[in-house]
Structures are given as structure tokens and as C-alpha cells.
């Protein structure tokens, strides 16, 4: 079995189906809609978005593209003009209940036709209340996917995640992080188990949301705490609109806009100074980098 | 008189005052609130923010800093090291009725102790639904306010504001403009005429928005309207977040964030290529650079 980017492409398209029904399957009533797109230059995606009951705002998306290299990133990466073929898939879900958290997951592969090529990804949590209990698990879960590839990915990656997704100018991280990769060649993997390892990380997303979920998805909830939960949105819209790489590029090179922005909450608030309660003012205390949930102890 | 920086912040912080009396006498039941903070270089500012009956969420904020200028600065400058002075007022309003505008205003003074010094500013409207008569007006008073500094102000700001007042990735205006200037400075104006241009600019902003308040901050509306006026603060937020130089700057710089970031509308939402309706899709039409409001004529 070659791997090349047709068979990365294929296995990726198949996550993002996998990965859909299992979703479908979590919320009975939302169904994804597709959107076919196609890159002017090069290649498209798969668009997918989900209104559902519990999920109130999702998207799961694959995209393929390739083409001639933009200058500007053939020079950041101090080589000539090139071909570049780049693919992935992106999930961001916003749940109704303010008890289940934000997510994110992305896996991606880039290649160009001058022999380089790496593996992408990162999974992400964002409680709008932290339980101690469900943030181990969903670490201890990540390190179990990392460490069956290799034993120093966990730390490192997630290191990089709690460096990643922190919102600079709030002095806040995004959420209880996650791990966060990028350039994963040769150096480290081969293509083979570096796709092996991004499908792992790909495929432990169902299980790892579906346990966050379940406990809390039919929680009953108060006024004030879907008011936090909007507040905490327009952080997440901070970080994506001001510090996320990925989208700024894509802002920058005229991506596809409504597929970039689907990460974005639907209902949203700003308020001036917001005031955060006694259970507010606890998560807010402990988004911060450095935790080792792996090794935390619930009371 | 001698008009330097004591001056210029006095007139400043006055031009506040009567700005957020004014908008206190529109909104009958809000009042400002203020908060006074100092920055830790130099200086401070007076935070003064309104949750009113109309207005949904404004700010209206005075600040005055000093200190050395960041290296990043002086080096864009083509300047060395030099201690700096920055003043100004900067207001933006968001109405809780739809057929009301989005509002933002800013006049400021930078000086340096190597004999540099400029004036800024600009206003700019955002209509939920543009009402040409209403459009007409806003431009014609900006070009009269504009036109007893000088000529060439309104034609030249105008423009100016139609470029920079823009969502990029969206291809649209945040509005339909107004004015925006910046660096305008011995060259052009001197010190005395800069001030007083600019204290014009200000004071034409209570009577520019009372006459688009006016006529509609009763009149009823649907819930088709309300939710367009959440996803239009949606682009304000893109904008602001992702394009606007002021607020990336005050990011950037370890700013007084709940100050800069009062500009963030109340409510807000996003929906994945939400289908604007037909008089909706008016207004979109007009949201590009160019037009020529003060010839045009209403229907």
C-alpha cells in the first residue's frame, strides 16, 4: 500500500463520514447538510454543517487543495516557487446546554512537489464549566491515542496546545487545552504512522466528545449559566478572529469564508466587565497553562 | 492661547462630557458609567459605558497616555527613541432597535517630543438597513462640517474611510462609511486649526446621530429584523477584530482590553451563509466603497 496524498485524502473524506454519522447518532435530530466546494486554483471541500437539538452549531469539514505555492508562504519556508497540496479536516461544535463543552478537533496533511511533507492536528476542549472529573478523562484519553505512537508525543503536544489556544490578550487559555501538532515529518514519523497517528487522534474524537456529552446534555441549566455560556463564546471568537493561525490564513488568501467562519458560535453576548459568579470564577481560575490533568486529582 | 497637549486634553475630555450628557438626554433612562484607569507607563483614560433603553450597549471613552514610545513605533516612524503623547475620544454605539444604526466616532492628538506631531479621526455609520434619505444626510453634514476646515477634507476622508472601513474577506463595507483621516499634521493644518477641525468632527456627532435616532428608535419591528441586526453585529465584530488597526494595536500593546473591546456588540450571532431576505439583500448591495452619497438622491 503506497501512501500518497490520494490515499490521505481517502482515508480523511472516510473520517469526516465516520466522524458525521456518529454525530448524527449523538443528536437524533440534526442532520448534516453538505456543501461541495471547489478551490479556484486547485481541489474543494466538503462542507458540512449541523443545526441540531443538542449540537446547536457544528461543522465537520474535509477539504483537499493544491496548487502553485503562494509566495509568501514558499518564502516563509525558505524554499522556491512550488506545487503544494494541502488537506484536512476540521470540527468545531457548539453545543446547546452551557453544562456540555465547545470542541475542536483538526487533523491535516501538506505536502509539496519538493519532497516535504508533515502531519498537522490538535484536539481541543472548552468547558464552559471546567469538571475536574471529565477534564482528566478527556486528557488521560488524548495521552492513550499519543503514547500508542509515541511516548513523547502527549507532553510535547501538550505543551503546544496549552501555548496554542490561549487567548494573549485576555490572559486566558481557550479552554482546558488538549494537544496541538504541526510539521510532523520525516524527522519524527514516517508517512505511514504519521497517517496512522492523525487517524488515531481522528477517530478518538467520537468517543472522547460522546463522554463529555452524555453526562451533561440533558442537564437542566439556569438562566445565568447560559449567560455565561454566551460570554465564554465571544472569548472563543476572540481567539479564532484575533490569534488562530489557521483561520487568519485562510482570511488572508481568500479562502472559503463561510467554511473558515463555520467555527464560529451562533448566539453570542459582550458585555462590559461581565461579572463572573463563585462557579464562573473557579473555571475562569483554572484556564490557565500548565495543568497536568493527566495526573490531577478530582476531590 | 497656547494650544499643546493640556489644552488639547482638556477640550477632549470636555467634548466627552457633553457627548455622553447628549446621549443620556436621547436614551432617557440610561446613565453613564465611568471607570477611571491608569496605565501603568503613563497616563490613563475615563471609561464611560451605558446600557441604556435605547441603546443597547455604548461606550464613549477618554483616555490620554504618555511615556516612552515602543520600539516597533519609533521604528515605523524612521524615528529613534522619543517619549510620546496620545489623546482622544472614542464612542461606538449599539442600538437595541434594528431600524437604528451602528454608530462609532474617534478624534484623537499624538504628539512626540521630537517636534511630531498629528491629529486623527473619523466617523463612520452602520445601518442595519440603509434608508438613502437617512444616508444622504449623514454624508451631507459630515461635507459641512468638513468643508469650513477645508475642500478638500470631505472628498479626501471619504474615500479614505471607504477603504478602510472595509471587511475585507466579506468583499463589503462595515457601512456606508463617513470619514476617517489620520497624520493630518503641519503639512496641511496647523496646530490651533487641527484642534479645532477635530473638536468640530466631535460635536457633530450628537447631532448626526440624533437625526438618524430620531425617526425610528420607537418604530417597531420583526423578528426577522432583530435577527438580521444580530448577524450584521457579527461583521462588526469580524471587522473590529480582525482588520481594525486601533483595536489590533491596543491588542497587540497589552492595552486596557475591557476598554478597547467595549466597541463588541451586546448580542450577537453567526449562522452559516444565513440568506438574506430582499430588503436585506438592499442593503447588501450597498455595502461597497464608492458611492457617492451626498450627490445621491433618494427615491
Same mark, same amino acid.
Given at each position: 500500500?503506497?501512501?500518497?496524498?490520494?490515499?490521505?485524502?481517502?482515508?480523511?473524506? @472516510?473520517?469526516?463520514? #465516520? /466522524?458525521?454519522?456518529?454525530?448524527?447518532?449523538?443528536?437524533?435530530?440534526?442532520?448534516?447538510?453538505?456543501?461541495?466546494?471547489?478551490?479556484?486554483?486547485?481541489?474543494?471541500?466538503?462542507? #458540512? /454543517?449541523?443545526?441540531?437539538?443538542?449540537?446547536?452549531?457544528?461543522?465537520?469539514?474535509?477539504?483537499?487543495?493544491?496548487?502553485?505555492?503562494?509566495?509568501?508562504?514558499?518564502?516563509?519556508?525558505?524554499?522556491?516557487?512550488?506545487?503544494?497540496?494541502?488537506?484536512?479536516?476540521?470540527?468545531?461544535?457548539?453545543?446547546?446546554?452551557?453544562?456540555?463543552?465547545?470542541?475542536?478537533?483538526?487533523?491535516?496533511?501538506?505536502?509539496?512537489?519538493?519532497?516535504?511533507?508533515?502531519?498537522?492536528?490538535?484536539?481541543?476542549?472548552?468547558?464552559?464549566?471546567?469538571?475536574?472529573?471529565?477534564?482528566?478523562?478527556?486528557?488521560?484519553?488524548?495521552?492513550?491515542?499519543c503514547?500508542a505512537a509515541d511516548?513523547?508525543y502527549?507532553?510535547?503536544?501538550? %505543551?503546544?496546545?496549552?501555548?496554542?489556544?490561549?487567548?494573549?490578550?485576555? %490572559? $486566558?487559555? #481557550?479552554?482546558?487545552?488538549?494537544?496541538?501538532?504541526?510539521?510532523?515529518? @520525516?524527522?519524527?514519523?514516517?508517512?505511514?504512522?504519521?497517517?496512522?497517528y492523525?487517524?488515531?487522534?481522528?477517530?478518538?474524537?467520537?468517543?472522547?466528545?460522546? $463522554?463529555?456529552?452524555?453526562?451533561?446534555?440533558?442537564? @437542566?441549566? !439556569?438562566?445565568?449559566?447560559?449567560?455565561?455560556?454566551?460570554?465564554?463564546?465571544? #472569548?472563543?471568537?476572540?481567539?479564532?478572529?484575533?490569534?488562530?493561525?489557521?483561520?487568519?490564513?485562510?482570511?488572508? !488568501?481568500?479562502?472559503?469564508?463561510?467554511? /473558515?467562519?463555520?467555527?464560529?458560535?451562533?448566539?453570542?453576548?459582550?458585555?462590559?466587565?461581565?461579572?463572573?459568579? !463563585?462557579?464562573?470564577? $473557579?473555571?475562569?481560575?483554572?484556564?490557565?497553562?500548565?495543568?497536568?490533568?493527566?495526573?490531577?486529582?478530582? $476531590?
Amino acid at each position: 500500500m503506497i501512501v500518497d496524498k490520494d490515499l490521505i485524502t481517502q482515508r480523511l473524506q @472516510a473520517l469526516q463520514d #465516520r /466522524i458525521c454519522l456518529g454525530l448524527e447518532g449523538l443528536d437524533k435530530e440534526g442532520k448534516f447538510r453538505e456543501d461541495k466546494w471547489e478551490r479556484p486554483g486547485g481541489g474543494g471541500g466538503r462542507t #458540512r /454543517i449541523i443545526t441540531g437539538q443538542h449540537i446547536e452549531k457544528g461543522g465537520v469539514n474535509f477539504s483537499g487543495v493544491q496548487g502553485d505555492m503562494p509566495e509568501k508562504i514558499y518564502k516563509a519556508l525558505g524554499i522556491g516557487p512550488c506545487k503544494f497540496f494541502a488537506t484536512g479536516v476540521s470540527i468545531v461544535l457548539h453545543p446547546r446546554n452551557p453544562h456540555v463543552p465547545i470542541i475542536h478537533m483538526n487533523v491535516r496533511y501538506f505536502q509539496t512537489d519538493k519532497d516535504l511533507w508533515w502531519f498537522g492536528g490538535g484536539i481541543d476542549l472548552t468547558p464552559h464549566y471546567i469538571d475536574p472529573k471529565l477534564a482528566i478523562n478527556f486528557h488521560r484519553r488524548l495521552k492513550d491515542v499519543c503514547d500508542a505512537a509515541d511516548p513523547q508525543y502527549y507532553p510535547e503536544f501538550k %505543551k503546544w496546545a496549552d501555548d496554542y489556544f490561549y487567548v494573549k490578550h485576555r %490572559k $486566558e487559555t #481557550r479552554g482546558i487545552g488538549g494537544i496541538f501538532f504541526d510539521r510532523l515529518n @520525516a524527522e519524527r514519523t514516517t508517512k505511514a504512522a504519521g497517517l496512522d497517528y492523525i487517524l488515531a487522534v481522528g477517530d478518538s474524537f467520537l468517543p472522547i466528545y460522546t $463522554e463529555q456529552f452524555l453526562p451533561n446534555y440533558e442537564r @437542566a441549566y !439556569t438562566e445565568q449559566e447560559k449567560e455565561w455560556q454566551l460570554h465564554r463564546r465571544g #472569548r472563543y471568537v476572540e481567539f479564532n478572529l484575533v490569534w488562530d493561525r489557521g483561520t487568519k490564513f485562510g482570511l488572508d !488568501t481568500d479562502g472559503n469564508i463561510e467554511s /473558515i467562519l463555520m467555527s464560529l458560535p451562533p448566539e453570542t453576548r459582550w458585555t462590559y466587565k461581565y461579572q463572573a459568579g !463563585t462557579r464562573e470564577q $473557579e473555571t475562569l481560575d483554572q484556564l490557565k497553562k500548565g495543568i497536568d490533568w493527566v495526573n490531577h486529582t478530582a $476531590e
